[in-house]
Structure formats: structure tokens, C-alpha cells
């Protein structure tokens, strides 16, 4: 593709190739009347016994009926030459603008794409900002549960929360997926359960785990009714929370609430059941 300067410059060259119709008449002119010079300097006769007479001036050629066809004919030729020569100009000038205008629009086309990535640029890194913003807020937030669940004394269900688990773990769990992003385990989680798995095996006298399914291996309420009344307060507050979380695993029993786990425990204890 020509650049602007070379099209200028072609523009400049083809002006100066076509002659105006003055300057062909103007030629024309100057050869005629060299030929008149020319032939009145050969027609002069001489007379070896007579003063030398100069012979008649001719007609000269442009008055005649030729020199008047020539001249027709030339002024035709001349205006059929500026005629071709300005439609070529024109035809040139034309593609030249075609060209220019090609390239003015892509050159805006251009700018207007690099406008729009650039906005599109400076949107996705907001967007990434704000994202970050609401996973640092959710981490916040999730923290501030599981400490929450710690001070209220449910230990058991502050272990499952920790370690992902669990429907308060739902919650969260939404929103981070949302975010595009994954609830992990806190700090301290796994610590923390085995802990708390071997306190309450200790308590109960059998193997108790935690995991995605709850607290395994408690048992009935009842049978645990002689800890849960020797046991001091922390005991009662550990039991509490781990039978109030129970277990969804086939074959154990789901969570039961404080009061009912005093009321079960009340009714066996008097007795001497256990």
C-alpha cells in the first residue's frame, strides 16, 4: 500500500506531464512561423544580370486549408490527450483517497479496539479486586463463626465447621463457589478434632471420630448418662455438643437437643440403670 507522501508526490508528477492547451498552441505557433522563415530564406531567386528580386512571401501554412484541418486536428488530439489524462488524474486521486480513507478508518477502528480493551482491562481487574475483596471478607466472617460456636461451648459442630463440614459450612460454601473459589479447612482444624475425638473417647470408653457425617460411635444418650452425670461441666458441655450434633451415617442416631439429652439422662439415672 502506497504511503500518503508517495501519492502526493504522484499527484505532482502527473500535473507537471500534462501540457495546458496554451502552451500546444503556443508550440505550434513557433514552428510555424520557423518554417515561414525558412522558406522565404529559400525561394529568394537571383538574376545574374538583375538586382535580385525577392520572389512573393507565401501564404503561410496555418492560413491554409491544411495548416486549418492540422490545426483542428491537433486542437482535437490535444483536448482528447487532457481529457484522457485528467480522467486518469482522476481515476488515480480517487483510488489514492480510496486508500487513505482505508487506512484512516483502520487506523480509528484500531484506536477504538485498544480503547475498549483497555476498558475492558481496567473492568476485569475491578471486578478481580472486588472478588478478592469478598473472598478476604468471607474468610473473615467464617472465622467469626467457628469462634462463635467455640465461646457458645458446641465444640463438636465448631470441629465439623472447621474441617468444611456441616450446614452452617453450607452457607459459606455458596458463597465461595460463587466467587470461584473453595471453603478450606481452618487453621488448626485437624488439631483441634483430634482433640476433641479423643476427649470424647476417653469420656465414653469407645472410639468416637468426627468426619462429613457428624459424630460416630456415641452410642444411645442413655448409656452415656453415668458420664454425663460424674463428669464435671466441661464434660457435660462436650457431650451436650457432640449428641446434639449426632450422626448421619446408617445405623446411628441423628442429633437430639440439650434438653432432651438432660431428659433421657434424668430418667435413667435415679434408677441406677447404669
Not at 537571383?46 to 495548416?67: H, L, M, N, W
Not at 475498549?116 to 471478607?137: G, H, S, T, Y
Not at 448421619?248 to 434438653?259: F, H, N, V, W, Y
Amino acid at each position: 500500500m502506497p504511503s500518503l507522501d508517495q501519492i502526493l508526490r504522484e499527484r505532482r508528477r502527473a500535473a507537471r506531464r500534462v501540457p495546458t492547451a496554451a502552451q500546444e498552441v503556443a508550440r505550434f505557433n513557433r514552428a510555424r512561423d520557423a518554417e515561414i522563415a525558412r522558406r522565404a530564406r529559400t525561394t529568394t531567386t537571383r538574376d545574374p544580370d538583375r538586382t535580385p528580386v525577392a520572389a512573393p512571401a507565401p501564404v503561410p501554412f496555418s492560413q491554409t486549408e491544411a495548416g486549418l484541418r492540422f490545426a483542428a486536428k491537433t486542437q482535437r488530439d490535444l483536448l482528447t490527450v487532457q481529457r484522457e489524462n485528467a480522467a486518469a488524474l482522476a481515476r488515480k486521486k480517487q483510488a489514492d483517497d480510496l486508500i487513505l480513507l482505508a487506512a484512516d478508518q483502520k487506523f480509528e477502528a484500531a484506536q477504538l479496539q485498544k480503547r475498549l480493551d483497555d476498558e475492558a482491562k481496567v473492568r476485569a481487574e475491578e471486578r478481580e479486586r472486588a472478588r478478592k475483596a469478598n473472598i478476604n471478607q468471607l474468610r473473615i466472617e467464617r472465622q467469626g463463626t467457628f469462634s462463635t460456636l467455640m465461646k457458645s461451648g458446641d465444640q463438636a459442630r465448631a470441629v465439623m465447621f472447621a474441617l468444611g463440614f456441616g450446614p452452617e459450612n453450607d452457607i459459606f460454601d455458596v458463597r465461595a463457589r460463587a466467587l470461584g473459589t473453595t471453603v478450606r479447612e481452618l487453621k488448626g482444624a485437624q488439631a483441634l478434632r483430634t482433640t476433641t475425638q479423643e476427649a470424647l473417647s476417653r469420656v465414653l470408653d469407645r472410639q468416637v471420630t468426627i468426619g462429613r457425617e457428624g459424630v460416630r460411635g456415641l452410642g444411645a444418650a442413655v448409656k452415656s448418662a453415668r458420664s454425663f452425670i460424674q463428669g464435671g461441666a466441661d464434660v457435660r458441655t462436650l457431650l451436650t455438643s457432640a449428641f446434639g450434633l449426632g450422626s448421619l451415617r446408617a445405623g446411628e442416631r441423628p442429633g437430639i437437643s440439650a434438653a432432651r439429652l438432660a431428659e433421657l439422662t434424668s430418667e435413667v439415672t435415679p434408677v441406677g440403670l447404669l
